[in-house]
C-alpha cells in the first residue's frame, strides 16, 4: 500500500520517541498490553495518547482513540501521521480504524514495535478500505 505522506526523519524519530513515552502511561491492569500513539496533526502538534482500561470492560478505550480526541478536543481535525507502539507490533482495532477514517483517508499510519521494527506503513484508506464516512450521511 502506497503511503501519501512523506514526514523526515527526525519528525518520525519524535513521533516514535513520544509513542514509545506515552505508553509508560498505559493503564493497562487487565490485559497487560501497553499501547502507546502519537498523532502528528497538519498544524505541526503531537498529541499522544495511551489505552485505559476498566474494570467494566468495555468502557476502556485504545491508545489511538485517546490521541485522536485529544486532539479533535483541541480544535484539530487534520491529521497527518499516526504512530502506535507495542510490544509485539499488533494493528489497531476497527473502531480505531472507523474514527480515524472519519477524519481523514490519507493519514499515514505506522505501527511500530518497541525494538524499533517498523510493522505496517500504510494510510488509513490502507486500514479500512470502503470506509463508511461523513459524506455517506449526506
Ligand atoms: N488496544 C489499543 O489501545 N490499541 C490497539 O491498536 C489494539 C488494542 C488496547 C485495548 C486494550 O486496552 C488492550 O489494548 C488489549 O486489547
Request: include cysteine; glycine fraction near 8%.
Amino acid at each position: 500500500m502506497k503511503t501519501t505522506t512523506q514526514i523526515d526523519g527526525e519528525m518520525l524519530e519524535k513521533l516514535i520517541e513520544t509513542a514509545r513515552n506515552a505508553r509508560n502511561w498505559a493503564y493497562a491492569p487487565y490485559s497487560h498490553y501497553a499501547v502507546g500513539a502519537a498523532l502528528l496533526t497538519a498544524s505541526g502538534k503531537i498529541y499522544d495518547g495511551v489505552n485505559i482500561e476498566n474494570a467494566a470492560f468495555p468502557a476502556g478505550i485504545c491508545a489511538e482513540r485517546v490521541a485522536m480526541f485529544k486532539a479533535v478536543s483541541e480544535g484539530e481535525r487534520d491529521f497527518t501521521v499516526l504512530v502506535v507502539m507495542t510490544d509485539n507490533g499488533g494493528s489497531p482495532c476497527g473502531s480505531c480504524r472507523q474514527v480515524m477514517a472519519e477524519f481523514g483517508l490519507s493519514t499515514r499510519v505506522l505501527i511500530v514495535d518497541t525494538n524499533g521494527k517498523t510493522h505496517i506503513d500504510t494510510t488509513v484508506e490502507g486500514l479500512l478500505p470502503w470506509a463508511f464516512r461523513p459524506e455517506d450521511l449526506l
